[in-house]
């Protein structure tokens, strides 16, 4: 089955700061998602990037499909930032559902 | 626009007494709905995922005996945490799609005293 892995585990930041966030998976995946999730909190889908290089607001996602890999960039980080972020993957085609990676945990301090 | 809702938002059941919970697609047809459960401090593990004229397939670790699922239509799923201990609580979550990126509701949080 489809393996995600995330790095790193937990993330801790000066306001301001940049982030980079990386998501490594198995098998060829045709959907890739980037959630956000507060502490104690519900999901919210961020980005969604099967390949290439997507921008929303401070957030940046570039997916190369063939290495298998998906970074998140989160530029000049902020409080409201912290919380933990997840991506997941799934083979649209063959009918899989997501698999989720285990997350990021950011924290950015004032 | 297309959203997914979910019911209730949070439940507090007896420990060995059931929970139902349900995933209403609203604005789109839900030809699939995954569930997941993450429990504290871990990530979303997938229960089953449920598509419309499949067998409901249910991940190792989890069985129809223990989440029973309904997918009756197009618009609608609920499952079922039966006989709820400890080890079920935490943040349950559908995800319907129509070959589409899956839409997530905000999940239904159960606690288990």
């Known amino acids: 089955g489809q393996q995600v892995q995330q790095s790193p585990s937990s993330l801790v930041l000066q306001e301001g700061e940049n982030a980079e966030l990386q998501c490594n998976f198995s098998s060829t995946a045709t959907q890739l998602q980037w959630f956000y999730q507060s502490p104690g909190g519900s999901l919210v889908s961020l980005l969604s990037n099967p390949s290439g290089t997507k921008h929303t607001g401070r957030l940046t996602s570039t997916t190369v499909t063939k290495e298998r890999r998906s970074s998140l960039h989160i530029s000049s980080s902020q409080t409201t930032d912290s919380g933990t972020y997840l991506c997941a993957i799934d083979r649209r085609n063959n009918n899989n559902a997501p698999r989720f990676g285990a997350g990021t945990k950011l924290t950015v301090k004032p | 626009g297309a959203l997914v809702y979910q019911y209730p938002r949070r439940t507090i059941c007896k420990s060995g007494t059931s929970m139902r919970m349900e995933c209403q697609a609203v604005?789109?047809?839900?030809?699939?709905v995954a569930w997941y459960r993450q429990s504290p401090q871990k990530t979303f593990e997938l229960i089953a995922l449920?598509?419309?004229?499949?067998?409901?397939?249910?991940e190792q670790n989890f069985t129809q005996e223990k989440f029973p699922i309904s997918h009756p239509n197009l618009s609608f799923s609920s499952m079922t945490v039966l006989n709820a201990y400890l080890e079920d609580r935490g943040l349950y979550l559908c995800?319907?799609?129509?070959?589409?990126?899956?839409?997530f509701g905000e999940g239904t949080r159960l606690s288990v005293l």
């Open positions: 995800g319907a799609s129509d070959n589409q990126a899956p839409l």
């Open positions: 449920s598509t419309v004229n499949s067998a409901i397939k249910y």
């Open positions: 604005g789109f047809q839900a030809t699939s």
